[in-house]
């Protein structure tokens, strides 16, 4: 092993967060490799559509009543401040700046977003080139534009080369040990190290023992390939503390979602939900708001649940169109239902595209939407108890007549299950991937288990993002990435303001 790399700050993860950080810390003058283990930048990311962000100036023209001290109230009473308040400030102080930022590089936005009727409108979507509407993957434009303005700053972009260990000498960061594109272990040399790598939605076995799922049974997340947890490894080796990751959880119903759209969409309306026990645990209202349906599906026997609609449901989306309409998947007909049940109980595929192709293909082969002539055979092939369904359907009919009066759900959402075909969906819950694992202070500069930081040593992005307390705010749409962007700023400029303090000298 040898000594063949030097530079002010290396920044391990090339993904939304480590090469926001790289570019940052370039335009403060800084020498700067990163180092990515894949063939790419951007990452996870670039199956996004934006980011998050406050008293930007689309807000502004969409006459946006939503300022940064409302973010911050909302974030703060949604965690119950058990998250680090200054860092929850610094980050929605940066958001607008960002987005002008994005645009100095050449990036453009369609204008700013809710993600569901009662989110607040934050969701700042990039535009894809010669088209007016949302699109998958467009963010990956954002990542594109600042790869291009990263190497025009001189960043030595280390394509398949993998991090291996953070060296620390006397309580500093001194350098990286990694194997380089050909096999060859390197000690790369440096005043900084920033950690941006994802944290471990692809390794089964550390949301086993991080998380208590058991993936693939019981969690249905997205598995986006290499994110394997080796930053937070390296991280706590190095001596950073520990802290409880959670799950950015969401709901699924695999082999559906995101695979057929419009059998998902329909399947995802406001309608009756049950548990196996075949009993009402949820005001199906919420249900557009997918973290919060996630972690109730998460409470329930095996972790499962079932929405049921019946002909008559569908006849009426049919004529008048889908209660919710995502703005990610934009269904707004049940038009394609018939053509993609046919398919779909046929065993035939659906064209891959988007987040689909992120589903494996075990995901892919399971049944998970059921249709039945009667309750009986429902029950059957779905597993719910049967006695207590038809109790279930009888007392929610009962209150499509009048009102719910034990989930208060509203009367317009209330479609009473009559009968002729039934249709069910079982959903798990799913998520976009971990979230948090190692303590950082407001500077995003790694703490050890005494609170102390450790000289030099920065994480951002998914592995230091505990701002959501145990569930991410959906609340407030595009916060993953903006947090993952933001972040990545910070730590950049603070890496480098670090080397220009007397602290370092």
């Known amino acids: 092993m040898s000594t063949k790399m030097e530079a002010d700050v290396i920044v391990i993860g090339g993904g939304a967060s480590g090469i926001t950080a790289a570019v940052a810390a370039a335009e403060k003058d800084a020498s700067v490799i990163l180092l990515e283990k894949g063939s790419t930048t951007g990452g996870a990311a670039n199956m996004g559509m934006g980011f998050f962000a406050v008293e930007s100036k689309y807000q502004k023209a969409q006459m946006v009543d939503f300022t940064k001290e409302d973010a911050f109230n909302l974030f703060m009473n949604y965690t119950h401040w058990r998250v680090d308040a200054r860092l929850v400030r610094k980050y929605i102080e940066q958001t607008a700046d960002t987005v002008e930022w994005a645009e100095s590089m050449g990036v453009e936005f369609l204008g700013v977003y809710k993600y569901f009727e009662k989110s607040t409108q934050t969701w700042h979507v990039v535009k894809v080139a010669g088209s007016n509407a ?64 994802g944290g471990f939605g692809d390794n089964p076995k550390m949301i086993q023992e991080n998380l208590g799922y058991e993936w693939g049974k019981d969690l249905h997340s997205f598995r986006i390939p290499g994110v394997q947890g080796e930053g937070l490894n390296m991280l706590w080796e190095a001596g950073g503390a520990k802290t409880q990751p959670v799950m950015e959880l969401t709901y699924t ?9 419009t059998l998902s969409e329909t399947m995802r309306q406001p309608n009756l939900m049950v548990n196996l026990d075949g009993l009402r645990f949820i005001n199906e209202e919420i249900m557009n708001n997918t973290v919060y349906t996630g972690n109730a599906v998460a409470l329930q026997r095996e972790r499962m649940a079932f929405t049921i609609l019946d002909e008559s449901i569908l006849d009426e989306y049919k004529k008048s169109g889908l209660d919710y309409i995502t703005v990610h998947h934009n269904i707004k007909t049940v038009d394609k239902w018939d053509k993609e049940l046919e398919t779909y109980l046929g065993g035939g595929a659906s064209e891959g595209s988007g987040l689909s192709m992120l589903h494996n293909e075990d995901q892919k082969s399971q049944v998970n939407l059921f249709v039945a002539d009667s309750i009986e055979e429902l029950a059957e092939k779905t597993g719910i108890n049967v006695e207590n369904l038809k109790k279930t359907i009888e007392e929610y009919n009962a209150a499509c007549t009048s009102e719910d009066k034990f989930f208060f759900k509203k009367h317009k959402y ?9 249709y069910a969906a079982r959903h798990f819950p799913a998520g976009y991937g971990s979230l948090g694992g190692i303590k950082t202070n407001d500077k995003l500069e790694v703490l050890d288990e005494k609170g102390i930081k450790i000289p030099g040593l920065y994480s951002c992005g998914t592995d230091a993002c505990n701002i959501f307390g145990d569930s991410y705010c959906f609340l ?30």
């Open 134 to 197: 949302p699109a998958e993957r467009g963010a990956s434009n954002l990542y594109r534009a600042l790869t291009e303005r990263a190497e025009e700053l001189g960043v030595n972009i280390c394509y398949q080369t993998k991090a291996t260990k953070i060296l620390v000498e006397d309580g500093h960061v001194t350098g990286v040990e990694l194997i380089d594109a050909n096999g060859e272990k390197v000690i790369a040399e440096c005043n900084a190290v920033i950690v941006a790598t």
């Open 253 to 261: 119903t695999p082999g559906v979602t995101d695979v057929f759209k």
């Open 414 to 422: 209330l479609k009473p299950i009559k009968g002729e075909k039934y």
């Open 476 to 505: 407030m749409p595009g916060n993953t990435m903006g947090f993952a962007v933001n972040s990545g700023r910070m730590a950049g400029y603070n890496a480098v303001d670090f080397m220009d303090s007397d602290e370092f000298s």
